[in-house]
């Protein structure tokens, strides 16, 4: 029997330590993970940062084959942030691995502890860029509108390409 899968997108971002080697190892754990397959990532850019003063980040986002639930994924992400050594400090503050759910197929869900879609991705331009150079025509499902479309409604310019990757 062929397996069922859905497709989902997250949001990767690290501003401390070593950002473009814990990336790319969160990555390859994910792509390590049961029930994960890893369909698609983007580059890497550099971001200024969002929030209280702080080191510029490194983002990205990735696409995602899942065969497990959204509360299943969203645990193996934060497993994955806690390997590589994330310390919970203040709102915004800086980390060495963040990793959000964006998206899960078309899905609309608020529960406590997980919303989707990301609450605050479609006024986030480090999220918007990355994220339709690899699925510009999905559609965020409360507004409708495709993540093209979402990212013409904010400002990029903090938003730079790392070329040499
Ligand atoms: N779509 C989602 N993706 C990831 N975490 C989520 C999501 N929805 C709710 N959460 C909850 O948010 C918690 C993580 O909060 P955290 O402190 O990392 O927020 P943040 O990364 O500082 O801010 P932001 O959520 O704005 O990116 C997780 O433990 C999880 O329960
Ligand atoms: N540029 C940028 N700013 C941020 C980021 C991030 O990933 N990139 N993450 C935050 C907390 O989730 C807060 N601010």
Redesign the pocket.
Known sequence: MSKKFARSAIALGSNMGDPQRTLAAALETLAQTPGIILEAKSSWYRTKAVGPPQPDYLNGCSILQVEISPQAL?TS??AIEQKFGRV?RE??GPRTL?L??LLYDDLILNEP????P?P?MHERAFVLVPLAEIAPNWREPLSGCTIENLLQEVDRSDVHLVKDE
């Open positions: 969203l992400l934060l919970r709102h915004w963040d959000d759910l502890n997980l919303q989707i990301h605050r």
